[in-house]
């Protein structure tokens, strides 16, 4: 049976202050909602359908980012977190199985407890919904239970005396067979003077139809949802600590754990080295035992292993390291591909480049690979050795086993085996500098 993921993203998020959709808002690089998308993958859901409201382009343009096969509802009025699971209803029609309700501001609820939540469901739960004990219930709706059932969802301000001594919380999470749930909210009444309709009141309707209400449980960390800046911030630094430890029990060597930054999709193999200070943005694979040196900063980027990079290298989108490359202090590498062993080592910039295996490359050098209109490629063939101070004009070629002379500005091919040289003939003026300071330093004497 084929479970649907509807997402509810269309809240204002007007504490963030911000004007971005609270959705938007990133963890680790990616949007808030996005995570919650991830884990929701482990359900393999048919059809996926985001609810929009506020700033809605801008959220269907990020979400068709991700994933061109995502529908959208919107959500006109926030009239409630029943009515914005109603707005999917017309997409829905006919599609039977199972809707999975998440939310698009509560990043951390893994995989693995929506796949006990869809067990449940195929235990024969009629309704499954996603609770969790509180450290403190504050102002959380309550998971009234009877034994093994659950009976009903009571918000904080309309709890009793006894229901604020649960400590069992609703995370607004739900599942249920999507045709039962879309005729349960169709009898949810309005609450109060806004005219809200809960997602929670189907709990008491199920039950009063004699349909099986179940919690499945999930730590409470799991549940967080990001409302303030201050909310992000934990968020993230949430995320930080879970991925350090996993890359640490993985096998990867953090000098100064603290002080390196992952990306959501960061993947680093066994026995890689990371110094201190360094930061992975999206799209950053690095291989088995290369090192990455202190403040470094990777984007879009593989690193092969046994490579070196660092210290204070930026890799670009679009860089490619084979094993044991090397990229030193204050290189720049963009859209480039570094062949085996190959080595820049300090000060150049390396961009829309390919560089074979063995090639050297002196400090200075810079691939010219911009017109102010169009990008062009340097091909730089194995065991080449670039002088330092090299300008490369792109487009060019540099062949297997060549190499440039220092301080040449390169605009034609250089033939295998060839030594390339394009510079002025130095020309020496006797006693002239002595004589120029002289006339200078009288100048400043006369004031």
């Given at each position: 049976m084929s479970t649907h993921l509807i997402l509810l993203a269309a809240g204002e998020g007007s504490r963030m202050q911000s004007d971005l959709?609270?959705?938007?808002?990133?963890?680790?690089?990616?949007?808030?909602?996005?995570?919650?998308?991830?884990?929701?993958?482990?359900?393999?859901?048919?059809?996926?359908?985001?609810?929009?409201?506020?700033?809605?382009?801008?959220?269907?343009?990020?979400?068709?980012?991700?994933?061109?096969?995502?529908?959208?509802?919107?959500?006109?009025?926030?009239?409630?977190?029943?009515?914005?699971?109603?707005?999917?209803?017309?997409?829905?029609?006919?599609?039977g199985g199972d809707a999975m309700v998440l939310f698009g501001d509560t990043p951390f609820i893994k995989p693995e407890t929506l796949t006990s939540m869809a067990e449940a469901r195929a235990s024969g739960a009629d309704i499954v919904v996603l609770g969790f004990h509180a450290t403190d219930p504050g102002r959380y709706g309550r998971l009234v239970t009877d034994g093994?059932?659950?009976?009903?969802?009571?918000?904080?301000?309309?709890?009793?005396?006894?229901?604020?001594?649960?400590?069992?919380?609703?995370?607004?999470?739900?599942?249920?067979?999507?045709?039962?749930?879309?005729?349960?909210?169709?009898?949810?009444?309005?609450?109060?003077?806004?005219?809200?309709?809960?997602?929670?009141?189907?709990?008491?309707?199920?039950?009063?139809?004699?349909?099986?209400?179940?919690?499945?449980?999930?730590?409470?960390?799991?549940?967080?949802?990001?409302?303030?800046?201050?909310?992000?911030?934990?968020?993230?630094?949430?995320?930080?600590?879970?991925?350090?430890?996993?890359?640490?029990?993985?096998?990867?060597?953090?000098?100064?754990?603290?002080?390196?930054?992952?990306?959501?999709?960061?993947?680093?193999?066994?026995?890689?080295?990371?110094?201190?200070?360094?930061?992975?943005?999206?799209?950053v694979t690095v291989e088995s035992g290369a090192r990455i040196r202190a403040f470094s900063h990777l984007e879009g980027a593989h690193v092969g292993a046994g490579s070196v990079v660092g210290p204070y290298a930026r890799l670009r989108p679009g860089t490619e390291l084979s094993n044991d490359a090397k990229i030193g202090n204050f290189v720049e590498t963009k859209n480039a591909v570094i062949g085996e062993g190959a080595k820049v080592n300090h000060l150049s910039y390396i961009g829309d480049a390919t560089v074979g295996e063995g090639t050297k490359i002196g400090a200075g050098t810079i691939t010219c690979n911009y017109d102010g209109v169009f990008k062009h490629h340097t091909e730089i063939g194995e065991r080449v050795f670039i002088g330092s101070n090299t300008m490369l004009v792109a487009p060019v070629t540099i062949g297997d086993e060549a190499m440039t002379a220092t301080g040449s500005i390169i605009t034609k091919d250089v033939p295998e085996g060839d030594l390339g040289v394009s510079r002025a003939r130095q020309e020496n003026k006797p006693g002239f500098a002595r004589k120029f300071f002289e006339k200078l330093r009288a100048a400043k004497a006369k004031g």
């Open positions: 959709p609270k959705v938007l808002h990133e963890i680790a690089g990616a949007p808030l909602f996005a995570h919650a998308l991830a884990s929701a993958q482990a359900l393999e859901p048919g059809k996926r359908i985001v609810v929009v409201g506020h700033g809605a382009d801008a959220v269907i343009a990020a979400a068709q980012s991700l994933d061109e096969d995502i529908a959208f509802a919107h959500q006109t009025k926030q009239l409630g977190t029943g009515h914005a699971v109603v707005q999917a209803a017309p997409l829905l029609e006919g599609a093994a059932r659950l009976t009903k969802i009571v918000e904080w301000k309309d709890a009793s005396e006894d229901e604020c001594a649960i400590t069992l919380c609703n995370s607004g999470v739900l599942m249920a067979a999507t045709k039962t749930l879309m005729r349960l909210l169709t009898s949810v009444q309005p609450h109060n003077a806004a005219g809200e309709y809960y997602l929670t009141d189907v709990v008491e309707l199920a039950t009063a139809e004699g349909l099986t209400a179940k919690v499945v449980t999930c730590d409470e960390a799991e549940t967080l949802g990001i409302n303030t800046r201050e909310d992000l911030a934990q968020a993230e630094a949430i995320f930080q600590d879970a991925a350090r430890a996993e890359a640490i029990a993985n096998g990867v060597t953090l000098q100064a754990p603290d002080t390196v930054i992952f990306a959501h999709d960061t993947a680093i193999g066994r026995d890689a080295i990371i110094e201190p200070n360094v930061v992975f943005a999206n799209g």
